[in-house]
């Protein structure tokens, strides 16, 4: 038991030994710099969101539009609500568990349009353009068209080039 001990003992001197350097001693290190972690910002708008496409993509349009109403009013991050009022325009447009109703649709579409001076939603914005082209719910204008047509290239949809161009070659050729 004794030669147990001897051996344990001499193993932990060999380890402490081996993990300071030689030459420094008992010289203290400096200590290392702490790392803070940063808490997670709880962004309500983008959960709900996030919930209500989850739901979508399960067929489920009640509560993926109830979540996405959520997503309209609660704190958080404000491209969240503008998707969450294109998700909320396009199912009313579409009928997707609701009655299909343009007027619905085109005030969704106006909410994730964004303030002036702050772009919205971009597939809003396309979707504007859609409603001024063809006269839904609105009087027919190829010049708003146009307009919601180039915010929503300014916004960043890749898909509006097509109809910026039929758009602008419709209003040279009047």
């Not at 979707?127 to 001024?132: E, R, V």
Request: charged letters at 20%; glycine letters at 10%; a positive charge.
């Amino acid at each position: 038991m004794k030669h147990l001990f001897l051996c344990l003992f001499i193993c932990c001197s060999f380890f402490v030994t081996a993990q300071t350097p030689f030459g420094t001693g008992s010289q203290p290190t400096a200590p290392a710099k702490p790392v803070r972690i940063s808490k997670p910002v709880i962004d309500s708008a983008t959960i709900y969101y996030n919930l209500g496409w989850d739901y979508y993509k399960m067929d489920s349009m009640g509560p993926a539009r109830y979540y996405w109403d959520m997503a309209t009013y609660v704190k958080g991050s404000i491209t969240s609500k503008y998707a969450a009022y294109n998700r909320l325009g396009l199912m009313h447009q579409n009928g997707e568990g609701v009655a299909a109703d343009m007027n619905t649709a085109l005030y969704y579409y106006k909410k994730a349009a964004g303030v002036p001076g702050r772009f919205g939603n971009p597939d809003a914005l396309k979707a504007l353009g859609g409603f001024y082209e063809n006269g839904f719910g609105v009087e027919q204008s190829d010049k708003l068209a146009l307009a919601f047509y180039l915010k929503a290239k300014q916004a960043g949809n890749e898909y509006v080039a097509d109809d910026i161009k039929r758009i602008q070659d419709r209003i040279r050729n009047k």
